[in-house]
């Protein structure tokens, strides 16, 4: 079945300074979905990449999907408090869009 | 659109209570997906539906656990009897497929406590 491994575990940055998280499967993926969590509250659906070399951005935040289709990182641009959170990957374990499995998560704390 | 809408948001029960965790999807959606979230095991799907059918529950736990869904906008989570370690956030999600870009869109939750 597929696994997805995500690094780092957790993340301290300074206000202003960016990041990156890594999101590594042992299988191709077929569609790789990235979400934040904040403690208590839901998932937020950030972005979803199927193309291999695709890469979408919303506002400071941007995903990338390697060509392979087995690596996706998520990039953050000069962050702020407000992009504290759990950052989550999540791709389709059979090779489609619906029965997700996740990593473990990378939980980020951006200090003022 | 609401989203998904998910009750109760918060439970507290005695162990060998019975627990009903309720989830009303985004409408139009045709799939249904409960998930469990503990910090030892991270995000775990339990059951997906398609149309109101249950399409895979390989990741139910054991009997104790049973998921239903009467109709399009309406499912139900039932842990009978529930033990501490049902302890967890439970979150319903739903998908309207390609038609929604396949995105999957989450509630925010039912936390469960079992003493």
């Known amino acids: 079945s597929q696994e997805l491994e995500q690094s780092p575990q957790s993340l301290i940055v300074q206000e202003g300074k960016n990041l990156t998280i890594n999101c590594t499967s042992s299988k191709t993926l077929y569609g790789l979905y990235w979400y934040k969590q904040k403690y208590g509250e839901g998932l937020i659906f950030l972005m979803m990449l199927q193309k291999g070399g695709e890469e979408k951005s919303h506002e400071k935040i941007t995903a990338k999907l390697d060509e392979k289709k087995q690596q996706s990182s998520l990039h953050i641009t000069a962050s702020q408090p407000s992009h504290a959170g759990i950052y989550l990957c999540g791709a389709d374990k059979d090779g489609g869009y619906n029965k997700l499995i996740f990593g473990a998560g990378t939980r980020l704390a951006v200090h003022p | 659109d609401a989203g998904v809408i998910q009750s109760p948001r918060h439970e507290v029960t005695e162990m060998g209570q019975e627990v009903t965790l309720r989830c009303k999807p985004i409408s139009g959606h045709n799939s249904l997906f409960w998930y469990r979230q503990t910090m030892m095991r991270g995000l775990e799907l339990l059951i997906y539906f398609n149309n109101n059918v249950p399409i895979d529950d390989s990741g139910m736990p054991e009997d104790r656990f049973s998921a239903k869904m009467p109709n399009a906008s309406f499912s139900t989570l039932k842990i009978q009897p529930s033990e501490p370690r049902d302890s967890a956030v439970y979150f319903c999600?739903?998908?309207?497929?390609?038609?929604?870009?396949?995105?999957?869109?989450f509630g925010e939750g039912s936390w469960l406590t079992v003493v």
């Open positions: 999600a739903s998908s309207g497929g390609q038609l929604s870009g396949n995105t999957i869109y």
